[in-house]
C-alpha cells in the first residue's frame, strides 16, 4: 500500500460540536467513521465503550480494520470541529499586534496600506503567505475568507499555497477603483482593470481547483469608500452570473461612516450603499457591523446577507463593541473574524475568547444607560454561543453549513484534536519534572532551601500549554477553560476534508 | 567548585526595561553584572560590542570570567524586568476560565467560597499551590501579592512553597470575620479568631524568611463586606505596628457599592470605609477601582494608597471598564493584577494586553457620550505604558520600587530573558519542518498536490510561540508583537533575586 493513498479513517473517543447556539453536544465512546474522500460515513454514539463503537462502525459500513488508520482520543482530549475564519486579510499578518494608537483610517494609511503594496514581490509575499496559512493551521482554522492584496499575480500565489498546504479557503482579490481615496501608489487603474484583474484571480483558482472543493473565489469590493459606483456594481453583477462570495466592510468606525456618507450622498445608510449598488445578497459577508441602526440591521436581515465580528478588532482599533445579541436578534447570522491586523491575533479561538469578553464591554455600557439589567445582562454571550460562532455560525456565513462545522454524516472531516493538560497531584504539569543543576529533585518543601541552589523545573519536552485541568472539573467547565486559556499547544492534529494538515509531536 | 553555591552571573545581550510611563529603554551589546547575593552589581550600557561589555564589566568589579556564568541573548531576545502581580487569589487557580455569565457577588457564592474552602485539605492545597506558583512563574511573575484562603495551616503552606521554589511573594491569610455576609461554612468564627489566625500566618513567615526578604505578609481584609468594622480596625493596628503591606478589594461592581453603601450607612463613600477604619495608607494596595468617584479617587491619592488594575477581571465579571489614565492624572499610582479566577490568566503579559484593550473600551465608550475626541482618545494606553504596568507601576504599588522593576545597579536581578520566533524565508517558523508521512518533503506549490498525499508539517521539538518576527521589524514594533501574541513559550528564563527559578528547554 502507498503511503500517499488516501485511506478511510476511524476517530475513537469524545466528540464535541455545537448542537445550537446555546448548546453543546459532548459525545464519548464514539465513533466517527471518514472515507477517503474526507466525508464522515457514519457517526456512532450511543456505545458502551470505544471497542462497541469501532465495532459498530467497521460492520456498518463494510470496512477493515486493516484498511482504516485510527485515532483515538487521550484523557483531556476531544475531537472538535475546526474554526472558520470569516475574515482575515493575508498580507496584513507581518503586523499582527502593531497598531499603536491609531483607528480605522490612520491605521490604513500608516500600517495597512505600505504593507499591502509590498507584498507584489513574490517573494516576501510566499513567505508572509506561508506562515499566515501555517500559522491560522496550528490553530485550528480548517477555513478561511482572506483578503489578499489588488496584486493578481500574488493572490494567486496566496491560492496556489492554501491549496498545497490543505487549508479550505475563499481567496479575494481586493478592488479598490476609486482614484481619490485610494492612495496614489496601491490602488486599481480603472474600474476596466480591476475588474480584468479580478477575473484573472477567478481563472486561477478555476485552473488549480475546477469544482471550487478546496479554494473557491470570494469578490473583494474592499470598503465602500474604496470603490467606484461603477466598480460595485460590476461586482454584483459579476457576483449575480458566477455565484461567487463577496465579502466587504462595514460600519466599523464613526469617521470611517461620516466618509460614506459624504462619498454617497444618495445612500440612506452605508448598508443602504451596497444595497443600491446590489451588493446586499444572501452571499456577502459584512465585516464588523459595530455601529449599525436598527434599520441598516432590519435591511441586512432582510437581504439575508451575514456579519463577520471580529471582536480583537473592535478592541485594538477603538472601534467600539459589536452587539451580537442584537444582530442574532434581528435574524443575522454572525461568524467570527480574526480580521488579522486590524486584530492582533490569527487564532480563531482568540477571538471567541474576546468575543465573550467584548459582549461583557457591551453589557457593562448598557448598565450605565437605560434599561432594566436583565436585558443587559442577555448581552453576554456564553461559553456555548461563543463556540458556536467559531464553527457554525461561521459556516452558515459562508455558505458551508451543509459541508463543515459539525460531525454529521455527509460532512467533511474539517476538524481538530484538542488536548488540554493535566495537572499531577505534585502539582506540576504532567510532562513537567525538577532537575536541579542536572540532577533531578523535588522542591525541598518546610526545609531551609534557599542556600540549596538551583532547582530549575523544565518541560521535558512535551508542552501541553496553559490549560490546567485538575481532574474534577466537569465537562463544561472543562471546555470553558479551553476557551479562556487554550492556544495552539492544545490543537494537536488538524484535519481538513479528512487530510491531516497539521500535527504536533 | 560545588554546584549548589551561588555565582556571580554576567547578562550579555539586549536589555529592554522601562525608563518612564511613557518611554522604554532598549539597550544593546551590553552587560549586567549580578552579584551572588543576586543583586545588580554593575550595568554597562555603551559598549561597541559584547565583548567590550564583558570586559567593562568585569574589570570594573574585579571578577574573573572563570568565576561567573555567563547569559548571552541570541537574535530576537532580550532580558527584561520580572513581571509583578499585585492581585492575585491563589486558591482560585483550578477556577480560572470557570465564571459564567455572573458578576462579582453570585460568583463568589457559587465559584470561589466553595474552592477556597476545599482547601482546607492540605494534600490538595499543595496541589493548587504548586500549580499556581509554577505556572506564573512560567510567565515571568517573579512577584506576587497572594490572597490565600481563611485557613492558617493551607496560607503557611503556601508561604512555604513560594519560598521553597523562590518566587518574590506577598502572602496574605483572608480575614472575614462578618458573620452575616460570610457564608457559614467559610468564614472567621470571630474578630479575635481572625486575628490571631492572621497573626500565627506572619509568624510563620518570619520563621521562613525572619527578614521578609523573599516572601513577607500582606494584611487581607477581603473587602468591605467581609469584615466588621472591629476587625477592619485591628488590622490597620496591626499594620501600623508591624509596618506590613495591606491589601483589599475596592469598588469592582455597582451591587458591590450598593451592599457596601447599605453595610456602612454612616461612611460617605467605599473608599471612606477604608479611610474610617485607618486601612487608607500608603501601604494599601486596592484592587480594581472601576466605580471610584471624583472624590474617592482624589482620597485615595490624597492618602497614596495603590491601585491594582485587573482588566482581565473587568472583562470577565462584567465589572465595568478601570480608567487607569485618569487614575494617574489624579496621582494614584497603578499596577497589574491578573486576579485570578476573577481574571481567566495567571499571565501579566495577558493582563498587560488586556488593560490596552480595555483602555480602547473606555475611550470607545466615552466616544458616545459627551467631549471632545482628543480627550477619550487620551485614555488608551500604550504598549509603553501596559508594560510599565507591568513592572515599575507593580514594584511601586508594592513598595518594592527601590528592588526591583528596572535593571539599575543595586537592584535585585528579578528578570526574564524573551525570545520570539523567526520566519524563515520560506515562510516556516525557524525549527518547524515539513515531513510528509515521515519521508521530508516541502510543499510542493504550483503542481498538483492534492492528490500527492499527505504533507504534514510539525515543529522539531522546539516551539517558540505564537510571535512571529519576520526581520524587517523595529524593536518597538517588536515589543508590540510580544505584547499582542506572546505568551509563556516566549519567557526562556526567570530569575528571582539572581536564582534561576524557571528554564524553558
Known amino acids: 500500500m502507498h503511503l500517499d493513498q488516501p485511506r478511510n479513517q476511524l476517530l475513537l473517543g469524545t466528540f464535541v460540536h ?6 453543546i453536544d459532548i459525545f464519548h465512546n464514539a465513533a466517527v467513521a471518514v472515507d477517503s474522500n474526507g466525508k464522515i460515513a457514519a457517526v456512532e454514539r450511543q456505545c458502551s465503550n470505544l471497542e462497541v463503537a469501532k465495532a459498530h462502525a467497521l460492520a456498518k459500513l463494510g470496512w477493515s480494520v486493516d484498511d482504516v488508520d485510527i485515532y483515538t482520543t487521550k484523557e483531556s482530549q476531544f475531537f472538535f470541529p475546526g474554526f472558520i475564519d470569516t475574515h482575515i486579510h493575508a498580507p496584513q499578518y507581518p503586523n499582527a499586534g502593531i497598531f499603536g494608537k491609531t483607528t480605522l483610517l490612520d491605521w490604513l494609511e500608516k500600517h495597512t496600506f505600505p504593507m499591502e503594496v509590498s507584498l507584489k514581490d513574490l517573494a516576501k509575499a510566499r513567505k508572509v503567505y506561508t506562515a499566515v496559512v501555517r500559522r491560522t493551521l496550528c490553530h485550528g482554522t480548517t477555513t478561511a475568507a482572506y483578503y489578499a492584496t489588488i496584486d493578481v499575480a500574488a493572490t494567486n500565489l496566496l491560492t496556489d499555497l492554501c491549496h498545497a498546504i490543505g487549508q479550505r479557503a475563499f481567496v479575494g482579490r481586493v478592488c479598490m477603483d476609486r482614484a481619490e481615496i485610494n492612495p496614489d501608489y496601491y490602488r486599481d487603474e480603472s474600474t476596466e482593470a480591476a475588474l ?31 470603490c467606484t459606483s461603477e466598480g460595485m456594481r460590476a461586482l454584483a453583477k459579476l457576483q449575480r452570473e458566477g455565484g461567487f462570495l463577496a465579502q466587504t466592510h462595514i460600519s466599523e468606525n464613526t469617521n470611517e461612516i461620516a466618509l460614506v456618507r459624504e462619498l454617497f450622498p444618495a445612500s440612506r445608510s452605508y448598508a443602504d450603499v451596497y444595497d443600491q449598488h446590489g451588493l446586499l445578497t444572501p452571499g456577502m459577508v459584512l465585516a464588523h457591523a459595530v455601529h449599525l441602526t436598527e434599520e441598516e440591521a432590519d435591511l441586512i436581515a432582510l437581504r439575508r446577507s451575514k456579519v463577520s465580528h471580529c471582536p480583537c478588532s473592535n478592541s485594538s482599533l477603538t472601534s467600539g463593541a459589536a452587539r451580537v445579541r442584537w444582530m442574532w436578534q ?25 468575543a465573550a469578553l467584548v459582549s461583557r464591554h457591551v453589557a457593562a455600557t448598557r448598565h450605565n444607560g437605560d434599561g432594566d439589567q436583565e436585558d443587559h445582562e442577555r448581552c453576554k454571550l456564553t461559553v456555548e454561543e461563543v463556540l458556536y460562532l467559531a464553527t457554525r455560525g461561521g459556516a452558515l456565513c459562508l455558505g458551508l453549513e451543509d459541508r463543515v462545522g459539525g460531525f454529521e454524516v455527509g460532512k467533511d472531516w474539517d476538524a481538530q484534536l484538542v488536548g488540554l493538560g493535566r495537572v499531577a497531584d505534585s502539582g506540576l504539569r504532567e510532562g513537567e519534572e525538577y532537575t536541579a543543576n542536572g540532577h533531578g529533585s523535588g522542591p525541598a518543601v518546610n526545609s531551609a532551601v534557599a542556600g540549596a541552589g538551583f532547582v530549575v523545573p523544565a518541560f521535558n519536552g512535551s508542552d501541553e500549554g496553559n490549560v490546567d485541568v485538575f481532574g474534577w472539573e466537569s465537562w463544561g467547565e472543562i471546555l470553558a477553560k479551553w476557551l479562556y486559556n487554550g492556544d495552539d499547544r492544545n490543537t494537536k492534529k488538524v484535519w481538513v476534508k479528512g487530510r491531516l494538515v497539521h500535527a504536533r509531536r
Chains 1, 2 share one sequence.
Do not use: C, M, N
Open 18 to 23: 455545537s448542537k445550537s447556539r446555546r448548546e
Open 196 to 226: 480584468r484583474a479580478t477575473r484573472q484571480t477567478i481563472e486561477h483558482i478555476r485552473a488549480v481547483d475546477p469544482a471550487f472543493d478546496l479554494v473557491a473565489p470570494i469578490l473583494t469590493p474592499r470598503f465602500a469608500p474604496s
Open 330 to 354: 434581528k435574524g443575522i447570522e454572525v461568524g467570527l473574524g480574526t480580521d488579522v491586523s486590524g486584530g492582533y491575533s490569527p487564532s480563531i479561538l482568540e477571538a471567541a475568547r474576546q
